[in-house]
């Protein structure tokens, strides 16, 4: 007889339990924070970049970097003026729960308003592991094609909000929006949208207009 | 007393064997195999389009396209004129061994002289699974970065042949093509690479030559 073990589910629902952990955790510190997902070169750590500065210290912020290797994300958040962490993963292809509680101990929470945890560059795995943030945030790239949706249904199925960065480069490359939108709508219906440049600016302010909300709506009531 | 299950060396060495066999499946019909692995967008089935009518049959060409959901990219193979099979992975990031050999089921083995393996949209895990492939090809992508060898070395070391794609956006985005090639060269050196545009067609020559040589200098001897 083959004894089947469940391995899978049992690291699942580990997972879920420490997400909770960490959402109980930045609640008590009335820290409002966001999980940004994107592909590798979607934009993650210039949009995070931006939003520090677009900030201009109207929110204390942190940020939690994960990368398979190297520290250059983080140290361009902390260079814009963020506290960062950085979390190498080694060969891991997404955070877990595990990981940003093991950050967050290197963070002094009650300095903190708002946290922007960057995921490993990837459109798969970050999708099925909670972290415990309040808001999932997707980052879509105009060069990256307009099919991204279709192609990747688990990640968009499961964001609160969607960035669509490099609308500058939409006069050089094929992207066909309303195909895009159609295929989000049908995943996602009524997501919110932020279709913006890091590099122009262009589109930036609602962005950080909504960022600012949702934490101050967040922050408010315990404070 | 804790008993620790090595399950992931398992699946692991599982899987080599598979790849083992895949290898054998392919060299006994005299086939090439090429494994190409990208970003989601990097342009891995628009450089497939491109191949298949640039070689004209010249070789007889085969594609099996991996991805989460959706038939688009094998459909596109199939219109530009291969035999082509979709493997869906549900939530898989990667192929492995075992669907590529179910995929290979699925081919008439004896009219094939070149198989171009599409990889899942990821530059993390697929560099985990051998499939049996003779070649790795990576293709990496102008506006994902320059920094991408950095931070994705495990994908960087491990292939054979490196494109790097959308060269026709470098005037629109930042890009420092002697960073990028001296992180390659430190993980990778020697590796052979191939700039081109699928866009602009650019730099398309030189990346069809070598596909031609390599597969008849792999199909001749056993011809």
């Known amino acids: 007889m083959t004894k089947r073990v469940p391995v899978v589910e049992k690291i699942m629902s580990a997972n879920d339990r420490i997400a909770s952990q960490n959402r109980a955790i930045l609640d008590n510190a009335s820290i409002y924070s966001m999980n940004l997902m994107a592909s590798p070169g979607g934009g ?3 949009l995070i970049e931006l939003t520090i500065k677009s900030l201009d210290n ?6 939690i970097d994960g990368d398979v290797a190297t520290s250059i994300d983080a140290d361009r958040a902390a260079s814009a003026g963020a506290v960062a962490v950085q979390i190498n993963t080694g ?3 997404h955070l877990d729960a595990v990981m940003l509680q093991n950050a967050l101990r290197q963070v002094e929470l009650d300095k903190i308003d708002l946290l922007i945890v960057e995921n490993v560059g990837n459109l798969i795995c970050p999708a099925s592991f909670k972290l415990g943030t309040h808001k999932n945030v997707l980052i ?3 060069p ?3 099919d991204k949706p279709y192609k990747y249904p688990g ?3 499961n964001v609160d909000a969607l960035i669509i960065n490099k609308i500058d480069l939409l006069p050089y490359v094929p992207f066909d929006m309303d195909y895009f939108r159609c295929g989000v709508e049908v995943l996602n219906p009524g997501l919110i949208t932020f279709p913006l440049s890091c590099s122009s600016q262009e589109g930036l302010d609602p962005w950080i207009s909504w960022v600012l909300q949702q934490t101050q709506s967040n922050v408010l009531p315990n404070a």
């Open 44 to 46: 993650k750590t210039s």
């Open 58 to 63: 109207r929110l204390r912020l942190a940020v």
């Open 91 to 93: 060969g891991e292809c």
């Open 140 to 142: 879509a790239s105009i």
């Open 144 to 146: 990256e094609g307009d």
């Open 155 to 157: 990640m968009y199925r």
